[in-house]
């Protein structure tokens, strides 16, 4: 009898053991699990404004949204630091939606680029190096002339960033093409006045590091690299306008 009940009692805790065994996931398949991967939109979010400080509002594609939430930290308590709700694109596109991106709200300091959108080489709508070239230089910077008019009557201090570096092999852009494009918006930043800030030079020389391969993209460090930039120049800008 009491043989009988200790084989039972074997017999049950094996059971538990193995619905145990098949609840829990394999420690292969836990080690290797994917982790979710941030929503790339929450960039794009609303932020609430601290009356007290400055409303600073940045303006650019894909690079800009890299470099977004670093600037806001390192500006934190000193600015307001906003993003147009999208990827920028190109200069075309800036011309349509600036209205709706200034919004009614005033601003004190206002950081902009265009230049990768419009450099690119697309054909038959897609991306392709051996098609045309979206724009010119010359008409890119024909675009530029009326975004920084138009940017001028907000009455916010503006800061031009100069296009990042396109590497060999970045698909539909052609390496150099950066340097045609930030000339061309040079000449219109000085016939404005506008500040220059000069994120193509200041990254060149780091781009092993910072970049991704083949792909005008930058790395998460490479992004607060640029985000250190950013920030000095919007920090400087402010510290002339008083705090404001």
Sequence with gaps: MKYRFVLMALALVLVLSAISASAAPPPSRARNAVKPKADPSAVFAEITDDPKLPRVLLIGDSISMGYTFPVRRMLAGKANVHRVPMNGGDTARGLDQLDAWLGEKPWDVIHFNFGLHDLKHMKNGRADPRGDQVRSPEEYAENLDKLVVRLKATGAT???????????GAGNR????????NNAAAKIMKRHGVKVNDLCTYVAPHLAKYQYRRNVHFNPKGSEFLGRKVADAISAVLAERGGR
Excluded: H
Aim: no cysteine.
């Design 158 to 168: 503006l800061i031009w960033a100069t296009t990042t570096p396109v590497p060999a």
């Design 174 to 181: 052609v390496a150099g093409d950066e340097i045609l494009f």
